[in-house]
């Protein structure tokens, strides 16, 4: 028998009910991630709401935000040359 290779860790009803919630401090710690941060995000994302994707970026100071239009979750999936595009250009600087 196989072990995993990482432990399953059980999510109490607790956790759960505070998933997606802002937690007190949360935007004050986006604000110090220094690194560059490409966030991508689908203008009709119901997974993680689209507002969220641009709460990181004003919090984060070295973020940059692409919304595309007319997708959700998958954006990335569903414009692929694009996303490609975008993603060269950004680690590129």
Do not use: C
Request: proline share 6%; hydrophobic share 35%; glycine share 8%.
């Amino acid at each position: 028998m196989r072990r995993a290779r990482f432990p399953t860790q059980i999510i109490s009803g607790t956790d759960r009910d505070k998933w997606g919630v802002q937690q007190e401090g949360s935007y004050g710690y986006l604000k110090t991630i220094k690194q560059p941060t490409l966030i991508v995000n689908g203008s009709n994302d119901v997974n993680i709401p689209t507002v969220n994707s641009f709460i990181m970026q004003q919090n984060m100071p070295y973020a940059q935000l692409i919304i595309y239009p007319d997708s959700n979750h998958g954006a990335h999936h569903q414009y692929p040359e694009l996303f490609v595009r975008h993603v060269s250009m950004f680690l590129s600087g």
